[in-house]
């Protein structure tokens, strides 16, 4: 009888220790400060900040395609519920007067250039995660711009569900509450969904990033780690940002009437920052690092 072949046992996973996090995290500003991570972040706030009226403009366009009567100021809460409200209000006051006077159509010329312009600021994160992670991205043009205008129409689908479930809520609450008896019903009363929309939309918008737009394919638990600390930072960071423009910022002393958009803008900047810098964490975990990560290393 043939002798069974045995097979080698399976490598356990290695497990990153609390000193491998640390030295990945100060390691990530090295390689942010190395490939010139606060001029990418620039280019991709200016990005995103050009891509988000027309963005919300295709929202609109689509929604009233599904439902008659878009519940704007639903969708426009869904999009800016995370943004601090100073650096919000401005910008949510604008696009009103955008959607009041504009023609939402979504099967126009305008509508195509809109899902373009927008998928310009999906592109310039494509663009910084390649660095970070030192990716070469083989992808022709028409690959990556497909992929970008593909998040935009998949986060234009994700803002009209969640428009949906605050639409229907109501209902569902009623019901509920009417089969339900006693002090159990009180709650489900004001529960919606758009608190959770606020806080899931940006995660799973983080999550699909990193994962759909490097030129190379990392897992979910190889990317979770860049994920969850842009999402802390952000958080911390917003908050902070909040109580700067409340209490400190004269940004309407220094651009008059264009404060509202520089503060919008640098809050675009703050949150691409963290976004890349959250890229790089995940790079120098993964020991991506060629010669001159090395080299910046040992001047370090």
């Keep these: 009888m043939p002798e069974l072949k045995r097979q080698p046992p399976p490598q356990p996973v290695e497990r990153k220790s609390a000193r491998d996090f640390l030295q990945a995290f100060l390691h990530a500003f090295v390689r942010f400060n190395r490939k010139n991570g606060a001029v990418m972040s620039s280019h991709v706030a200016m990005s995103m900040m050009m891509a988000l009226f027309p963005f919300i403009l295709f929202v609109v366009s689509l929604a009233g395609i599904i439902y008659q009567d878009v519940p704007e100021d639903v969708l426009i809460e869904l999009f800016f519920g995370y943004w601090p409200e100073d650096v919000a209000a401005p910008i949510v006051k604008e696009v009103h007067a955008v959607l009041a006077t504009a023609n939402t159509r979504l099967l126009t010329v305008g509508g195509v250039l809109a899902i373009y312009f927008a998928s310009n600021g999906v592109d310039a994160v ?27 129409i998949v986060g234009a689908g994700a803002l009209l569900l969640a428009v949906v479930l605050e639409i229907w809520n109501p209902l569902y609450t009623n019901m509920v509450t009417a089969s339900v008896p006693g002090e159990i019903s009180s709650w489900f009363s004001g529960v919606g969904p758009s608190w959770l929309a606020i806080l899931s939309l940006p995660m799973l918008a983080v999550l699909v990033c990193h994962l759909v737009l490097p030129g190379r394919r990392h897992s979910f638990w190889q990317v979770l780690p860049g994920v969850a600390m842009t999402l802390a930072l952000w958080a911390i960071s917003g908050w902070a940002f909040s109580i700067y423009i409340a209490r400190f910022a004269t940004y309407s002393a220094t651009y008059a009437g ?8 640098i809050f675009l900047y703050l949150m691409s920052v963290i976004l890349i810098l959250g890229a790089e964490f995940n790079g120098a975990l993964l020991g991506v690092t060629d010669a001159d990560d090395d080299e910046e290393m040992s001047h370090a």
Excluded at 126 to 152: K, N
């Design 258 to 265: 264009l404060a509202g958009a520089m503060s919008a803008l």
């Design 126 to 152: 494509r663009v910084a995660l390649c660095r970070a992670y030192h990716d070469t991205d083989p992808r022709p043009f028409w690959e990556t711009r497909a992929i970008a205008i593909g998040c935009v």
